[in-house]
């Protein structure tokens, strides 16, 4: 290698070419593996010896470039020992080291493109020894603003992210290391170059590929923008050559993907494989523990230290044992398959696998590019499995790809993933996994931890017990501030004057918390003894759901209140069943004011909203279902932040206003006979702007005054104490349910718009279906009457109690599809509120 000139000056512009190692093999009997597309196309390759075992062709299904230049080392479409393609990207990353110095090597930081490059930039990075490194992505993350971005003009996808959690990772004037697999026109490097050094200026950028590969008539570009610009630009590379395409190659390769693409390409798993794939009994995937180290990022998404590097080459032997742990006796020939932009993880995973056993490792990813597949030797795409993406991409769904994969004699394939896109399209008998399974006779998945970058925001932590109710800590974090001190409540009659006369809303005061007499409080615990069995299976079978269904590490977001016991025993049932610690909070949601947005904002910034899942006790006429939606529908218009999915996870949906539930029978939930005394002696929440500012969270109280009549905990417990005798049961009928059409049919709205007209209501907000609404309205409304399914049993013990109390007839109706029903007098209920939470005006 030529002597790089250590001399900085301005303007200037020098290229280095890394010694390059012998490619692979070619193909048997010599074949290069551009060969089916040189002759079809009149397309040639030229240059360096060792080129053609570096490179070969294929055609993209892409509208805007016909050829594909395959790189043999990078370990993106074609398998490859994974010391081979570290070592390619280590040793360019040494002779940049040699070109900058040790002192520049200290300041400069690398830059990898996603998503061929990612792994190639982190292995440069690495021979630098002492860089940081930072890969762009096109993964937006919520509330994270951009330090910069750019465009790929010949890309399929085109739109990069850089996303530092270090906003100032950037803005250093050290060195800035580019890294793409190849230089061909040079302006990938050029729109990213002119697009930071707008914002940071620096003296000095090097570019590393693989290959350079520039015509004659681009070769001089880079020297022109270093003049430009006034910095110095070096390259350094492994190989160059140039690829000289006939006029009209684009028409002509189009022509060619049309003859050779199945007409139903993407449909299925491989494409130009000439033999039957086996049937893999492994569809879903093993999985495997890496005990990854916590606080390490997954990759160069958000940035990766020298510190990082020593945290993962302690942890790299142990998580490579437990791979060859896991891999099936016998097994020789074993492939590690990456997942787009995370190569680099995969890749040292591999390799030190393969050092550690003497195992034949292959590794190389998935892709998002499509190219066309073809089964011949001297075309660098054998085969192809195609399956849908899985990682919910901010630009909608579209097809993925594993090239050279099927076919290949693999005795074990481990798919390595980062959490985000362990989802059930992983799953899924279309996905990735049993794609894969069809082909080899063992799969297994790893899954790494997507790393979250800390951010500051204004918003404070949850509230937890002991300070602001009485769970403990873990059970739920409140997104709530405590307006303990403030005096809200108001006698009933009161309350609703001052809402209908002044046109109140509902949230803006409290009603008096309800002291249970010891009959009733008896009632409770006769009526928990009862159904403690029926709830452990809800919970359990709601709980299944959502992780087959929804994710497998979910966020549970309570509804503040009479979804949290709920939230808090489904956390319960993943720990007891699957060992899981999942997240759990409780947030606000005010009838026509929607859900608490500083409360969205905050999950946002600490969880992917991907994962979020929304908990609720119960449906009645399904108000808060619409309401949700209608929120979070607002609040991505608002805060251009999506991925909340507003379908809500509850115990019953009596009313059939859900797809996610544990049972839809109408049955008495203890925790609805209570208020603040089984809710972790929290009230309702409050929303009132001389208490709730722009930037708070609503409010809610935490009665501590009350601990002496507290059940909270031990409803759970009753509850929790089931699990062992249900859990079969519970997964059985789950699974029974993910195989059926559990689409909501708003019988219950309908049922409700009904009653609302026999009754000359004419108000549907004036009907509370189901156990646990007639319960509210008998606790905290001045009822009119109680509806009641002829022959309802002890269900409704507590309803006739609490009508007794207040004087309010209980009326038996046949053809009712709740066991009960509270019915707010049209005229005489100060209270009776609309859909809006004022009052209704008659």
């Known amino acids: 290698m030529e002597k790089a000139e250590k001399a900085v000056n301005e303007g200037e512009h020098h290229e280095v070419r890394a010694d390059a ?8 009997g010599g074949v290069w593996s ?15 010896d060792g080129l053609t075992g570096l490179l070969g062709l294929a055609l993209r299904r892409n509208p805007k470039r016909a050829h594909l230049l395959v790189s043999n080392v990078l370990g993106k479409h074609v398998p490859q020992s994974p010391s081979v393609v ?14 900058l110095g040790d002192d520049e090597a200290r ?17 440069v990075a690495d021979g630098l020894g002492v860089a940081r490194y930072l890969h762009s992505t096109r993964r937006p993350v919520a509330g994270l603003d951009p330090a910069g971005g750019f465009e790929e003009s010949h890309s399929h996808a085109t739109s990069h992210l850089l996303l530092p959690e270090d906003p100032a990772l950037l803005a250093g004037d050290g060195p800035l290391v580019l890294v793409d697999d190849e230089f061909s026109t040079g302006n990938t490097v050029l729109n990213t170059v002119r697009d930071l050094h707008g ?22 570009r880079l020297a022109e923008f270093a003049e430009e610009i006034g910095a110095r630009v070096d390259l350094v590379t492994a190989a160059s050559g140039t690829v000289r395409l006939p006029e009209g190659v684009l028409e002509r390769g189009q022509e060619l993907v049309a003859r050779y693409e199945p007409k139903s390409a993407g449909s299925s798993g491989a494409r130009g494989i000439a033999r039957p794939a086996p049937t893999g009994p492994h569809s879903d995937g093993d ?6 180290p916590p606080g390490l990022p997954d990759g160069g998404r958000h940035g990766f230290t020298p510190a990082h590097r020593e945290l993962l080459e302690d942890a790299l032997p142990a998580m490579a044992r437990r791979l060859a742990d896991a891999l099936p006796e016998g097994a020789r020939r074993v492939h590690v398959l990456g997942f787009e932009e995370l190569m680099y993880a995969p890749l040292r995973l591999a390799r030190e696998l393969e050092r550690d056993t003497g195992l034949e490792v292959r590794y190389s990813t998935t892709t998002r590019s499509p190219v066309l597949a073809v089964d011949d030797p001297g075309y660098a795409i054998r085969t192809r499995l195609a399956f849908p993406a899985h990682d919910d991409p901010a630009d909608g769904p579209g097809e993925r790809y594993a090239y050279n994969v099927a076919g290949a004699g693999f005795d074990a394939v481990i798919a390595v993933v980062d959490s ?14 049993a794609r894969l399974a069809a082909h080899t006779p063992r799969v297994l998945l790893a899954v790494i931890p997507s790393y979250a970058p800390e951010r500051p925001s204004m918003l404070p932590e949850p509230l937890r017990g002991p300070d602001f109710s009485s769970y403990a800590p873990e059970e739920v974090g409140w997104l709530l501030q405590d307006l303990s001190d403030v005096t809200l409540e108001a006698p009933t009659e009161e309350r609703e004057e001052a809402i209908q006369s002044g046109g109140a809303h509902y949230a803006e005061s409290l009603p008096v918390e309800y002291q249970p007499s010891e009959r009733y409080q008896a009632l409770f615990h006769a009526a928990l003894d009862d159904s403690a069995a029926r709830i452990a299976r809800a919970v359990g079978v709601v709980t299944e759901t959502v992780l087959a269904e929804r994710s497998p590490r979910p966020v549970l977001v309570s509804l503040a209140r009479a979804g949290t016991p709920v939230g808090i025993l489904m956390r319960r049932w993943a720990q007891h069943r699957h060992g899981l610690d999942l997240p759990h909070y409780a947030v606000s949601i005010v009838r026509g004011r929607g859900i608490d947005a500083n409360a969205l ?25 619409r309401e949700l939606a209608e929120a979070l529908e607002e609040f991505e218009k608002s805060d251009g932040i999506g991925g909340f999915s507003s379908e809500i996870a509850v115990l019953a949906d009596p009313g059939s206003c859900v797809r996610t539930y544990g049972t839809r029978e109408d049955f008495l939930i203890p925790s609805a006979c209570l208020n603040s005394t089984v809710s972790g002696l929290i009230s309702r929440t409050v929303l009132r702007a001389d208490l709730v500012g722009p930037h708070d969270f609503h409010g809610a109280k935490f009665y501590r005054e009350l601990a002496a009549t507290d059940v909270s905990v031990a409803f759970l417990d009753a509850v929790c104490a089931r699990f062992p005798e249900v859990a079969d049961a519970a997964c059985a009928q789950a699974k029974e349910l993910l195989a059926t059409d559990r689409s909501p049919t708003w019988e219950g709205w309908a049922a409700v718009e009904r009653i609302s007209e026999e009754y000359g209501i004419h108000d549907v907000n004036l009907v509370k279906p189901g156990v646990g609404e007639t319960t509210r309205v008998l606790l905290r409304r001045v009822p009119w009457k109680v509806l009641a399914r002829a022959g309802a049993g002890s269900d409704l013990d507590h309803v006739r109690l609490l009508a007794e109390q207040r004087g309010v007839p209980v009326e038996e109706v046949d053809r009712l599809p709740y066991t009960c029903v509270g019915l707010i007098h049209p005229k005489y209920t100060r209270g009776a509120t609309g859909a809006d939470g004022k009052a209704v005006t008659l």
């Not at 551009?34 to 360096?48: I, K, M, N, P």
């Not at 300041?107 to 292995?123: D, I, K, P, Q």
């Not at 914002?199 to 001089?220: F, H, I, N, T």
């Not at 985000?420 to 996994?433: K, V, Y």
């Open 86 to 99: 570290y070592g390619y990207g280590w040793e360019l990353g040494r002779r940049v080291r040699e070109l």
């Open 107 to 123: 300041r400069a930081v690398v830059l990898g493109y996603a998503e061929t490059a990612t792994g190639l930039g982190h292995c």
């Open 199 to 220: 914002r940071y200026p620096r003296r000095r950028y090097v570019v590393v590929a693989l290959v350079d590969m520039r015509s004659p008539a681009d070769a001089g």
């Open 420 to 433: 985000a896109a362990d989802t059930p399209a992983l799953h899924a008998p279309d996905g990735l996994l």
């Open 21 to 28: 190692a012998t490619g692979p093999a070619d193909a048997p």
């Open 601 to 625: 904002r905050w999950l946002a910034g600490h969880h992917d909203p991907r994962d979020v899942v929304f908990v609720d006790g119960w449906t009645g006429k399904g108000a808060i279902t």
């Open 34 to 48: 551009g060969d089916w597309v040189a002759e079809r196309l009149g397309v040639e390759l030229t240059g360096d």
């Open 287 to 292: 999985r495997i523990d890496l005990h990854w």
